[in-house]
Structure formats: structure tokens, C-alpha cells
């Protein structure tokens, strides 16, 4: 957005320091002001001089009545959860007239830590207990030899995870302990969430609101804070507590006849919704169960299909069959899982399985199996349906890359969805929400969705500056997503393309697209790997490799590198390439070349997304 002289009520040197102001603002700063602004609207008097308008440091429009409670919301985040909590529990926090510093923990001064009362901290943890990429520097920190004593610090720590995962919210735990060992106080206990966090979110936070408030003597008025809420609720009511049903446009295969794989784009509507998306983000998509594998559960364990199930904490009740299909996760099994069952039903076998010194044969078990294989394997029968399903967790819902760029295609959205189907212990299986995506839902039909904001994978304001993206598989989604965006903002900065997959005939997802970029000058530059076409298996981390000298010089000029697919595997392979092309080009050693990558990624130029 660019302010112009002759379209607007401000003078020259108004506009150019407007356009210097304006595209560095975030959405949450935009927000902000745009709700200061209305607020001083209604609240100030009305002046027709500039020198008696009132400064942004002293709002007219707020006004208290004593020093408010002073809190830190800091988080940490992989995905994106994590930051989008901290922001609603600082509305809340504001809300109630305290003073908030919303902060990230990748931008966070560790040494401003021992001038901190009062501190919030939201994080999540990363694959088998790692903290997430922007809290790596932070947690080094707190665990080290230069850690404060913190006697005067108050704290709690709302920590997400995966319960599928042994090292179930390990980070969380890790900060919290941490800083109790460094004399910290907590507010309230530590609160671990799985991947259902909402209700447990919001019941860690009236718990915090509560004891604090006990600090603050008297009651401020509205803040500007609730303006700049009011402006955003305008925007969209939908959100991911009130998802949107979203009309299907289309849903194509992607992959040739022979294929070993199943890559659909889906292309979603908006319209209506107020929605909107920037590249980076995904959707989160709140799937259903398979209908067979209900019908089947059902009848392996007897329950009556219409018998009324609560599915919230206000009581909601709904027949069995739609709980089991819409509501509760049925297609995974983790250790919490197996300890509650094991506790209700009092199974034997089952406690044995649990006892110390089997954890690997739990997670053997676990691992490929669904609820219907442990209803069969320890012959639960005759199990109160109402009390068993309330031992189970919430749905969560699936997030998926967007594959497009809003301003190219306002008002929908487009996704880029792998079939998951195997097969283990004698039965087909499939994921959940892909198999749906690929089986069950048509154009005309709908998903239901909301946007999931993604602050740690995002293109650089400054449309000049050269990317490098890193996408196999799917992985490839995000990055349509950029390129799309970068053509419409007639971006002049280089942009090079790292694909692979299995078949260059069956499998070059998206090709027709690359071709007209790359013809068009939109994207400059792409490399591409298909590791099934040779019996030498070729990945991308190989053709990285073989321009490792070009490739170099682009991250000298300044390039981000941003990666998008499996972290497991490819994540960590590219980010070894990485740190060999710098030993290689830059002749630097290996704690060198991984202090360049740490550098890059606290700079925000190293940016990955992945699952």
C-alpha cells in the first residue's frame, strides 16, 4: 500500500513518512492503531490543528485510575499455535487493564528477564522433545551458567504438545522447572494441553486472570485494546473455535495414471467469510472419522449408536455415532490413552503392558494401531459408552500449507493434500483427513476450516530481496503460494526453486505453473530431483550440492532460505547441505558453518515449516 499526495489529505512530508512507517507495521500493530484511532474518534475532542493532536504514547482514549499489573507474554512457536494464543491471552490480559508486552521468544532480550514481575510463557514442543526453532537461543539461555536468580519473579507456563509423542510437552516442563529452580514463583501450575488446547487454554488462563487481579486494587476503563479487539472481530467471526464451512470448488489429482502416490489440489471458497490469508499460512481443517471404522467400533463394542454423548464442558450432548465420527480422536493411540483405559477397565494384560521397563513394547504397540485394534486385542466388552469416550481426546484438526496467494485469488484458497493410505496389522489404513479430502468430499461439498496464522514463515517486506525455497512433496505448497504472491506484487528480487519427488512423469506437481513462472521471469531459477527415475537415488539435498558455489553467493547477497516438508528426514538432511555448502564455499568449519546457520535463523533468514 503506497499513500499518494493527490488522493490524500496529507502533505508531502506526511506521505513520505507514512510510507516509510506503514509497511513496517505488523497485523497486530495495524489493528492496534486502527482501534487508537477510532477510540480518539469518539473519546477526544475534536481539534483542527495538527500541534494540538494528542501523541501515540498518551492516548486520550485510555485512561486509568492507578498503575496497572505489568505482564510478559512470552511465547514460543513452531507452527504458529503458540503465538496466536499468547495474542488472545494479551487481549484478555488488556481487557482487564494490565500493561502486556506480547514478545516472541526469538526476539526476546534474555538479559531484560530479572527486570520481569509478572511472566506468562506459551510454548510448544518440537518433534521428540526439542524446543521450536524461534526458542532454541532462549532455552540455551535459561539452562545455562548465565541464568539470573529470579526470587522476584512471578510466572506460569501453558505448554502444548502431542501426547502421541513420548516426550509429551518436554519444553513446557523443562521452562517450568527451570525457572522454579531460579527462584521463580508460580502463579498458577503448569498447564499441559494436547492438541484439542482450546478449553484447556482458556481454563490456564482464568486461573492466571484471577491471581493477578488480586494484585490490582482498582478497576481501569476500557482500554484501547478492546477498540483495537472490536476491529478485529469485525473482520471475521470465524476462527478456530468457530470454524467456516467452506464450499469445495474443486479437488484434482494431481499425480499421472501409475503413480505411487495421491496429491490432490483442493481450491476452496471464502466467499462471505471475511477470511483472509497471507503466504505462509495454512488452514486448519476439522476432519471426520471414517464412517466404516465407526460402524465397526460400534459394533465390536456394543454401544448403542443414539445414546447421547457430552462433547464440551457445557454439556453439549449428541448421538454416539456423531461423537465418534465429528468429535473424538479414534485413529490414534498414545500412552496417556492406554493409561486411562488401563486404569477404568482394570485389564490385566493392559496394566502388565504399561508396568516400568516396557516402554518400548508400549511404543511398539501404539505405533500403526487405532482404538478399534485395542477394543479387539484386550476384548473390551461391555464398557459404559458415555464414561469410556470421555477418557478419549478431541479431534484436532489438520493444518495444510496454502497453495495461493490471496491477492491472486481473493475470496478462496487453494491446498495441496497427500492421500496417506498403508497398511498395518492385517487392516488398510488411512489419514484421517486426507482419505477424507481424497475419498469423501466433491466440488459442491464442504470442509470446515479456519486460517492459521503462521508468523514464522513469511516472504520478506522487501520485495527485491532473493529467496531460495526448499519443497519436495508437498512440501512444494507453501511456495506456489510465494511465487504467486511475488507475481502479483511484481516482485524484483531472484527466487530459486528446489523440488523433488518420486517420478518426473507421474509426479512434478504443479509443473505447468513452474514452466510460466520460470518463462516469465517470475521465478528465476529451479532445480528439481526425481529419485525413482535412475537407480541412483537423486534427493534435493543432492542438487543443492552440485550449485553449492551459486547457491553460496545467493546467500551472501543476502538470500532467505526457507524449507517446507518432512522433518524427520528431509529437514534435517537439507540443514546438513546447508552447513556443508558453507564449510565447502565458505571455508568455514563445522561449529562455524552452524553458528552462520543460528545467525541466519535469529535474522528470520532461515525460515522452516515443518511436520
Known amino acids: 500500500m503506497q499513500f499518494q499526495v493527490n488522493n490524500s489529505p496529507f502533505n508531502q512530508e506526511q506521505v513520505d513518512l507514512l510510507n516509510r512507517l ?7 500493530q495495524q489493528i492496534w492503531l486502527g482501534g487508537y484511532l477510532s477510540a480518539l474518534q469518539n473519546a477526544a475532542p475534536a481539534t483542527t490543528s495538527a500541534d494540538a493532536a494528542v501523541p501515540l504514547d498518551l492516548p486520550a482514549a485510555v ?20 503465538q496466536e494464543v499468547a495474542t488472545e491471552v494479551s487481549g484478555k490480559l488488556e481487557e482487564k487493564g494490565m500493561k502486556v508486552t506480547l514478545v516472541s521468544t526469538a526476539d526476546f532480550k534474555p538479559n531484560k528477564l530479572k527486570n520481569i514481575q509478572n511472566l506468562l510463557i506459551v510454548i510448544s514442543t518440537q518433534g521428540e522433545g526439542d524446543p521450536p526453532d524461534t526458542a532454541i537461543q532462549f532455552h540455551e539461555f535459561l539452562h545455562g551458567r548465565r541464568a539470573p536468580k529470579l526470587e522476584e519473579l512471578n510466572y506460569s507456563v501453558l505448554a502444548l ?16 522447572e527451570r525457572l522454579a529452580e531460579l527462584g521463580g514463583k508460580r502463579i498458577i501450575d503448569r498447564m499441559d494441553c494436547d492438541l484439542d488446547y482450546d478449553e484447556a487454554a482458556e481454563e490456564w488462563l482464568e486461573n492466571v486472570l484471577n491471581k493477578l487481579a488480586e494484585s490490582q486494587e482498582t478497576t481501569q476503563v476500557p482500554t484501547v485494546a478492546e477498540a483495537a479487539a472490536t ?54 481443517i476439522y476432519p471426520e472419522n471414517d464412517p466404516v471404522i465407526v460402524d465397526e467400533l460400534i459394533k465390536e463394542t456394543g454401544w448403542a449408536p443414539d445414546e447421547l454423548i457430552p462433547v464440551n464442558k457445557k454439556g453439549d450432548e449428541v448421538p454416539l455415532l456423531e461423537a465418534l465420527r465429528k468429535t473424538y480422536e479414534i485413529t490414534v493411540l498414545t500412552k496417556p490413552l492406554l493409561k486411562k483405559v488401563a486404569e477404568f477397565t482394570q485389564h490385566p494384560e493392559l496394566q502388565q503392558l504399561l508396568e516400568q521397563g516396557n516402554e518400548e513394547a508400549v511404543k511398539e504397540y501404539v ?41 491472486a485469488n481473493p475470496e478462496e484458497v487453494h491446498l495441496t493434500v497427500g492421500a496417506v493410505r498403508y497398511q498395518t496389522y492385517g487392516r488398510e489404513r488411512n489419514g484421517v483427513c486426507s482419505v477424507q479430502c481424497a475419498d469423501r468430499r466433491e466440488a459442491g461439498q464442504s470442509l470446515s476450516i479456519y486460517v492459521h496464522k503462521n508468523p514464522n514463515f513469511k516472504l520478506p517486506a522487501d520485495p527485491d530481496k532473493p529467496i531460495i525455497m526448499i519443497g519436495p512433496g508437498t512440501g512444494i505448497a507453501p511456495f506456489r503460494s510465494f511465487v504467486e504472491e511475488r507475481e502479483m506484487m511484481e516482485a524484483k528480487g531472484k527466487s530459486w526453486l528446489f523440488f523433488g519427488d518420486q517420478h518426473f512423469v507421474t509426479d512434478f506437481l504443479y509443473q505447468t505453473d513452474w514452466q510460466r513462472w520460470l518463462k516469465d521471469g517470475t521465478l528465476t531459477k529451479m532445480d528439481v530431483a526425481f529419485s525413482r527415475d535412475k537407480t541412483e537415488k537423486v534427493y534435493v539435498q543432492h542438487r543443492m550440492l552440485a550449485q553449492s558455489k551459486e547457491l553460496y553467493e545467493w546467500l551472501q547477497e543476502g538470500a532467505i532460505v526457507y524449507v517446507c516438508g518432512d522433518e524427520k528426514n528431509m529437514a534435517s538432511d537439507v540443514h546438513d547441505t546447508l552447513a556443508t555448502i558453507l564449510e565447502r564455499e565458505g571455508n568455514l568449519n563445522k561449529e562455524e558453518a552452524h553458528q552462520y546457520l543460528v545467525e541466519m535463523q535469529q535474522e528470520k533468514r532461515y525460515q522452516r515449516d515443518v511436520y
Not at 473482520?235 to 505411487?260: D, H, K, V
Open 63 to 82: 485512561v486509568t485510575e492507578a498503575t496497572p499489573v505489568e505482564v510478559t507474554v512470552l511465547f514460543g512457536s513452531q507452527t504458529g499455535n503458540c
Open 22 to 28: 506503514f509497511p513496517t507495521l505488523t497485523e497486530t
Open 161 to 176: 504438545g502431542d501426547s502421541s509423542y513420548e516426550q509429551f510437552c518436554e519444553t513446557g516442563r523443562q521452562f517450568d
Open 231 to 284: 476491529v478485529e472481530a469485525k473482520a471475521s467471526a470465524f476462527s478456530r473455535t468457530n470454524p467456516y464451512e467452506a464450499e469445495i470448488y474443486e479437488n484434482l489429482n494431481m499425480n499421472g495414471r501409475g503413480s505411487n502416490k495421491e496429491t490432490y489440489h483442493m481450491e476452496l471458497s471464502l466467499e462471505g467469510s471475511n477470511l483472509e490469508y497471507e503466504p505462509g499460512d495454512s488452514i486448519g
Open 367 to 407: 505405533y500403526g494401531r487405532d482404538l478399534l485394534d485395542l477394543i479387539r486385542d484386550y476384548q473390551l466388552k461391555d464398557l459404559p459408552a458415555k464414561a469410556f469416550i470421555a477418557l478419549l481426546r478431541k479431534m484436532p484438526p489438520r493444518l495444510y500449507s496454502v497453495a495461493s496467494s490471496y491477492k
